[in-house]
């Protein structure tokens, strides 16, 4: 039986780019890959960091029963949504997958697919390198978006509280101060798992 590798933490922390290395060093990794409503930013593409739909589609999933979790979040530019949606691509039975996630989607697909079977992967950064890591990323936007980098920042704290990290029984945490020491570290730790 396979389990997902449930990569999550506040934005800015360097998710993206751990989940690339650890996609290299353990190929076999699966990607589940989100799907969203928010626009695609610049350096993205459709079918790699997320599928991007509309609200129409996401409608389309909801009614079909294939909609596992999906977050709203009401951003500076309207509301935004995430969601991670059963279209077949998923099979435990088949092998062992890796997706980036928040604390909410984690708990629901702990729900879905059983506790034993999604395995948490916390990354923290201080959040004064966080701020400066996400302005740094907004810049090179054509049009950035400041007051969502804010928006998000705040949320963070909320979200990923101690007490909600707590509840959901996450207590390993993922340093990336030193990116080479962190995808080490994540990487023994599904190698670890997996055996």
């Known amino acids: 039986m396979g389990k997902i590798y449930c990569m999550m933490g506040k934005s800015s922390t360097g998710k993206d780019y751990l989940y690339r290395e650890i996609r290299k060093r353990i190929p076999e990794l699966k990607p589940v890959v989100p799907y969203t409503t928010r626009p695609i930013r610049e350096g993205e593409r459709d079918g790699a960091e997320y ?7 996401l409608a389309e999933y909801t009614k079909a029963g294939k909609v596992i979790e999906q977050r709203a979040y009401q951003t500076v530019h309207g509301i935004w949504r995430y969601a991670t949606i059963d279209d077949g691509t998923i099979s435990l039975a088949t092998g062992d997958y890796l997706l980036i996630a928040t604390l909410e989607a984690y708990a629901h697909l702990r729900e879905y697919f059983g506790p034993g079977n999604v395995v948490p992967l916390y990354i923290e950064v201080e959040d004064g ?4 890591r996400a302005l740094k990323r907004e810049d090179k936007q054509e049009e950035p978006k400041y007051a969502e980098v804010c928006r998000r920042f705040l949320a963070d704290t909320e979200d990923f509280s101690e007490e909600n990290l707590k509840k959901m029984e996450i207590d390993r945490r993922f340093l990336n ?5 962190c995808i080490s570290e994540i990487e023994e730790e599904i190698v670890n798992d997996r055996v």
């Open 129 to 132: 390198e966080r701020l400066r």
């Open 177 to 181: 101060i030193d990116r080479e020491t």
């Open 51 to 57: 599928f991007f739909i509309d609200e129409e589609k």
